[in-house]
């Protein structure tokens, strides 16, 4: 029996999922891929479990792909795929309770991964949809109107996956650059480990984009769903907490109470 957890961290490209796995690598208790071979030190290039090509987690097309949704029961669900990637990403951890894997495409692959995993727990990142889609543009030809769509369609799979999820909890990039201390309680909370002081370094960069393509209303009213309005606007937002030990659930939203007012 293996003696480490899971905890996947999934959203779309330049979402700020880097950072917030780097928040969770410095938790006590956590081990992180680090200095691999790979861009961002994504775990998903390094296994051979699940196919990952030039045509699998491309930035504004995986996330709504049928062919990348992998849930329980889908070709995937198998001991094989379980062992493999264990055994892929075994090498890149050290001895640790905790193995945080981040990789965008996670964010389409959470029922999969909870099946094979059964202690896994999740962190779904989200980022302002004018953002992203300004952010993403210089890796993809496409108007921005149409990357808005496609965060709002992946974000609506998300919503329903989160459904399926016993342990699962949500971070905004924008929460996160405004209140780091806050958002790295949540999650130590999340892991039951003892917080650590958040790092100095950590730059609000929406602002760059302030002035590119801004949300339609009919999108506005579909991001709104997420706390997101026109104009990069971040409306508050309650989140989801979920974990099937109710202590843990009501740690972390203490834990972002405490911060908030310290």
Known sequence: MTAHRYIFVGGLHRSGTSLVARLIGD?????????????ENEGVYLQGAIPHTARHGSPMHFATDPAQHHIEGSHFDKLETQMRLERDWAPYFKEATWRVEKSPVNLTRMRLYQQLFPLSQFVVVTRHPEAVAAATSKWVDMAPAAMMDHWLDAYDIVRRDI??????????????????????????????VDAVPAPSDIRAGNQDYAGTAMLSPAQADRASAWGYGVGLQAEPWAGVTRHPLRRIAENVEAAADGASLS
Do not use: C, K, Q, W
């Not at 938790?27 to 861009?39: D, K, R």
């Not at 459904?163 to 949500?170: E, R, S």
């Open 27 to 39: 938790l006590p208790g956590v081990s992180a891929i680090n200095a691999a071979p790979v861009p």
């Open 163 to 192: 459904n399926y999820l016993h342990a699962v909890i949500t971070i905004r990039y924008e929460d996160l650059v405004t209140d780091p201390s806050a958002t790295l309680a949540r999650l130590a909370a999340f892991l039951d």
